[in-house]
């Protein structure tokens, strides 16, 4: 099997680009890695997720210079042309000038060219025992990337002059005794090892691993189906995101609206998806053609009659979705599977017109359902433990990571963020400014804030909702005006250009102040301010009171058995919430501010703000017994 030649950009949720130089066997720097190295910079430096940039080498090292065979190529014919033009193009103009940190990670060895392309970034970490020199001289050329130049910058000129004339290397232990090497990887690695941020992500990682293991399910000995066909209805945003990623597994679409106009602008978001990711370079116009191809639209059921799969993607209507599944009940055949993409009704709700519990199970996408990772699959008592692995099967191919939950209203991750918005709620009616508030949760490293974050998904469809999660947990809910206030002026957040902030095309939200008189509207009506006076907290004080009754009601999910084992909240919570990674997932994040002091809190915020801080017996049980919430429960799992 030949070795793969080329140079290669990941770009990590952390912002940082990973640029990879693979030119075995010692990474030479020919012709096309230049010009790669070229492409793959200019890219990075114009891209805005983009936030830092690593240059490394594949194969256990960074590079071994200059391709040489360019040097006989140029020797045979006498043409000069065959030289690429490095030093300035790249090297100055592109690495050197870049606006955004650029760090070399050097492993191995880093010779001539490829030394000069590490001088040229703007830091260098390398592994013990790496080997570092400018050995040009022995072919008769001198170093021609610069390192002339920066060498005796970096280590004095006597000793480039030394390493230069002689050509001799040097291990990276003294080129950072020298300063040519700011960091040895080996000293890093020991204190990185043992950080609390290496902790919580090496139990993301193993968490992730973990919910592939389903009791019942996958060991059983039983062999997913394969599904080469897949209907979704609904061309909505959800609808058509979840068309998007079957399609780009070649999974053949059907997606059904209900009159041509909706159809036509369900297709054309699928299009637009497609389109999206070939404009960031994540998919090829090839590919994109291809996977369009396999969409078929439709406004009848006649295309049903050979679907393995029905995810149904419509609004949150309990008796439009039974409607749905009563018809879908009599056209699929036998074996086809009739899942929901709700994200909070009760699937036996959804499902008590219909005679195939066995099959009906929920799939729920997070939004946009072609780009995030995670998919909630719901069972509930009578969901076969086949269609559950099919459907786990299904989820990995279109490069999901299922997450297998029990069935309740919001299920797992809904459900144990529902106090997120509220808690966030009560502080605006206690007077706590609600951009401060989005700041303060952004700082702590969830991308968006309660406010932000209804803006994005529409405030319709809290409205939506909340009469369903009122009525599951009464005991508990912030009853906020705020919402439909809001609605009340026209604000439905970015979907109408308005919300707690203004969406303008090209340019970054905007706090809209004009919303300060909606929110003084709000605080009026509930009047929970002491004595009308804004309550004073402090920025840990606001992160306790939003993230502190998530805890809680995560408590309860894990109490009642609703996921198999607690990092699979931890596996929900940064894949579907965006929680924080390295932090852990918010069960491991619990358990490292201690479940103790949590409890005391929420007792305290209790006695002063009434029954929606109550803590759960759960998280009593465990402050007062010294348990860590991640401790496995011995009672019977509803999975």
Request: proline share 4%.
């Amino acid at each position: 099997m030949a070795k793969k030649i080329g140079v290669t950009m990941e770009v990590g949720n952390d912002g940082v680009a990973v640029i990879t130089i693979s030119n075995p066997p010692v990474n030479s720097l020919a012709s096309s890695i230049i010009s790669g190295l070229k492409a793959k910079f200019q890219d990075a430096d114009q891209r805005s997720d983009v936030k830092a940039i690593v240059l490394t080498g594949n194969g256990g090292r960074f590079s071994g210079g200059f391709d040489i065979n360019v040097f006989q190529e140029v020797h045979k014919t006498g043409d000069i042309s065959l030289m690429p033009e490095v030093s300035i193009d790249l090297v100055s103009n592109l690495m050197e000038d870049s606006r955004k940190p650029l760090v070399a990670a050097v492993e191995g060895l880093a010779l001539g060219g490829g030394l000069e392309l590490a001088m040229a970034c703007h830091a260098r970490v390398a592994a013990p025992k790496a080997q570092l020199g400018l050995p040009e001289l022995t072919l008769g050329v001198i170093p021609g990337f610069g390192g002339t130049q920066r060498l005796p910058r970096l280590v004095g000129l006597a000793k480039a002059t030394d390493m230069i004339l002689l050509s001799k290397s040097i291990s990276s232990e003294e080129g950072h005794k020298l300063g040519l090497i700011d960091a040895l990887e080996a000293e890093v690695f020991k204190q990185l090892v043992l950080s609390d941020t290496a902790k919580a992500l090496v139990h993301v990682f193993f968490a992730q691993r973990a919910t592939s293991k389903v009791p019942n399910v996958t060991d059983v000995g039983l062999k997913p189906r394969p599904m080469k066909k897949v209907a979704v209805i609904g061309g909505g945003l959800m609808g058509s995101g979840i068309a998007t990623a079957l399609l780009l597994s070649n999974i053949r679409v059907v997606l059904k609206e209900i009159n041509p106009e909706y159809l036509q602008k369900g297709v054309k978001s699928v299009e637009a998806n497609l389109k999206g990711l070939v404009s960031r370079g994540k998919l090829t116009q090839d590919k994109a053609g291809k996977a369009f191809s396999m969409l078929k639209g439709v406004l009848d059921y006649t295309e049903f009659k050979d679907v393995d799969m029905v995810i149904e993607a419509v609004i949150e209507n309990i008796q439009l979705k039974q409607n749905i599944f009563k018809e879908i009940e009599k056209v699929c055949p036998p074996h086809c599977i009739l899942a929901s993409n709700t994200s909070t009704i009760d699937l036996n709700i959804i499902g008590e017109k219909t005679n195939s519990n066995d099959r009906i199970v929920g799939a729920h996408f997070f939004s946009p359902a072609h780009l995030m990772t995670l998919l909630e699959i719901v069972r509930t008592e009578k969901t076969s433990a086949q269609v559950i692995l099919d459907l786990m099967a299904l989820g990995k191919a279109i490069k999901k990571v299922p997450v297998v939950v029990g069935n309740c209203v919001g299920f797992a991750v809904n459900r144990t963020f529902f106090p997120y918005s509220q808690a966030a709620h009560m502080l605006v009616n206690l007077g706590v400014d609600l951009f401060r508030i989005d700041s303060v949760i952004t700082s702590f490293g969830l991308p968006l804030g309660p406010f932000q974050l209804g803006d994005l998904a529409g405030h319709g469809i809290g409205m939506a909702v909340k009469d369903i999660y009122a009525k599951a947990f009464g005991d508990r809910i912030f009853a906020s005006p705020l919402t439909e206030l809001l609605l009340k002026t026209g604000r439905n957040g970015k979907i109408n250009g308005r919300g707690y902030y203004i969406y303008e095309k090209g340019s970054k939200p905007k706090p809209d102040l004009q919303v300060l008189s909606v929110v003084e509207e709000s605080r009026k009506l509930t009047n929970i301010m002491p004595g009308g006076k804004a309550i004073s907290v402090t920025d840990k004080e606001i992160v306790e009171m939003i993230l502190f009754p998530v805890v809680n009601e995560a408590c309860r999910v894990l109490d009642e058995g609703v996921v198999i084992r607690a990092s699979d909240l931890d596996v929900a919570s940064v894949l579907g919430m965006s929680f924080p990674s390295y932090r852990g997932g918010l069960i491991f994040w619990a358990d490292t501010v201690g479940p103790k002091y949590i409890y005391e809190r929420l007792k305290r915020l209790s006695e002063t703000y009434g029954g929606f801080f109550k803590p759960s017996r759960y998280l009593e049980e465990r402050a007062s017994n010294g348990m860590r919430l991640s401790e496995p429960k011995s009672s019977r799992s509803r999975l």
